[in-house]
């Protein structure tokens, strides 16, 4: 029998977070992100006075699970998904095959809000 597979769009802290409490449970999970990093976002502003390099701030997503044989990670961009077939509806992502879910966890972040501060975006 397939062990369940867990989806999870985002790699931002809730996307992580559930991956990793995902550790030793039975499943298999895959990270969905459009970006092959996760930014730490509390210490930007350290970055734009440079007092962090960007490095500093952003990690591979791959590589923070690279110790957890359960999560598989897969750049690109989903747009949607249809519960009835549990397909996500992913951008092109080089012929990987379609991807399935037991279950959906939607961690896709925020966005940011300038107040209008032009050049700050």
Do not use: C, W
């Amino acid at each position: 029998m397939a062990r369940p597979h867990v989806v999870i769009v985002g790699a931002g802290f809730g996307g992580l977070a559930t991956a990793k409490a995902l550790r030793r449970a039975p499943v298999d999970v895959t990270l969905v992100d459009r970006h092959n990093f996760h930014t730490f976002q509390p210490l930007l502003y350290q970055v734009a006075t440079s007092g962090l390099t960007p490095g500093d701030v952003a990690h591979p997503a791959r590589g923070i699970f690279q110790a957890q044989r359960n999560v598989t990670f897969r750049l690109t961009t989903a747009t949607g998904a249809d519960l009835a077939t549990r397909t996500p509806h992913l951008e092109a992502d080089h012929g990987a095959q379609e991807l399935r879910f037991d279950h959906l966890v939607v961690a896709a972040g925020a966005s940011p809000h300038t107040f209008g501060i032009p050049r700050v975006g």
